[in-house]
């Protein structure tokens, strides 16, 4: 089983920041004698904005580090159900898998959720693909079905993305009557993890892949619209039942929904939502983190 190593108890000013008060006074060198990590599951998606900004962010704010695994939304709430991940906050990429850990008979484990962004659903291509300049000037939908190309998304059975991207294979073959979208949906072949989905495109072993645009700007990649239904990710978070500590994840999520999480959201691909709304039992939601949605 993998379990996060214990916490040392948090320090004042961590405690001060849960209870509302600014993230934009500075380092926190007040509590460095205290520092420890927040153990945080979160979407694969997110990889990139939480090594590279939220949690050097987070870190700064509060002399806390981010002690994170990332991987598909509904894998990690598998692996929480099952007893094979335990951690302090979870952010999904979809409010159905914080529905899944909600109730006696999902063991409780998630009683309310805030959901505080979107992002949207594109496909990225590598520019060095010989279908570039297709997917540049032609309809998506009638490139990727061509001779020899390699399509990239991630298994919806473990991922919301992956449920997206099938929704979009599935809405364009019937808009365009092809059979041929419809078998790219179907096909297991061209699904992959979500943590290698992006590395393998960069590395040119696919031509083009579903991604959002949280991960599309983080790396970099050049992407078409998908036209049609608008698609996306809608981020979730919330500090889970029996978090090893409780006060560090309440201090992380008052920081990801603070005036300087916002900005480093909001600059990397999501649009935040204002204001954020909070699901399941509004009464569970921890004191310090009432006002914050309230005033959000």
């Known amino acids: 089983m993998r379990i996060f190593p214990g916490r040392r108890r948090i320090g004042a000013l961590a405690v001060l920041i849960v209870a509302g008060l600014a993230f934009d006074a500075g380092p926190a060198h007040a509590v460095a004698q205290n520092r420890g990590p927040v153990a945080v599951l979160y979407a694969g998606s ?15 704010a509060t002399g806390d580090s981010v002690s994170g695994i990332a991987a598909g939304s509904q894998e990690l709430a598998s692996e929480i159900r099952g007893g094979i991940q335990r951690a302090d906050v979870f952010i999904s990429a979809s409010p159905s898998v914080d529905a899944r850990l909600e109730g006696a008979r999902n063991g409780n484990f998630v009683s309310w959720y805030a959901t505080f962004a979107r992002s949207a659903l594109l496909l990225a291509y590598n520019p060095k693909s010989r279908f570039a300049a297709a997917l540049r000037t032609r309809p998506w939908w009638s490139v990727v079905t061509e001779k020899g190309f390699r399509l990239g998304r991630t298994d919806p059975a473990v991922d919301p993305k992956g449920v997206l991207a099938d929704e979009a294979l599935v809405a364009a073959s019937r808009a365009h009557h092809s059979r041929a979208l419809a078998a790219l949906a179907r096909d297991p072949a061209n699904e992959f993890p979500e943590q290698s989905l992006v590395g393998r495109l960069q590395a040119g072993q696919l031509d ?6 949280v991960e599309a700007a983080a790396a970099d990649l050049s992407t078409v619209a998908l036209g049609g239904r608008a ?14 500590d ?13 005036p300087t999480g916002r900005r480093l959201l909001g600059r990397n691909g999501l649009s935040v939502l204002r204001p954020i709304p909070v699901s399941g039992r509004r009464g569970a939601v921890p004191a310090g983190l009432v006002a914050l949605f309230a005033r959000v």
Do not use: C, D, E, H
């Open 208 to 213: 083009a892949g579903f991604f959002y645009a």
């Open 46 to 60: 997110l990889t990139a904005l939480m090594q590279n900004g939220i949690g050097p962010a987070f870190a700064r």
């Open 246 to 258: 409780p006060a560090r994840a309440k201090a992380f999520v008052a920081f990801l929904l603070s």
């Open 231 to 244: 698609l996306g990710a809608r981020f979730t978070v919330t500090v889970l039942r029996n978090a090893p």
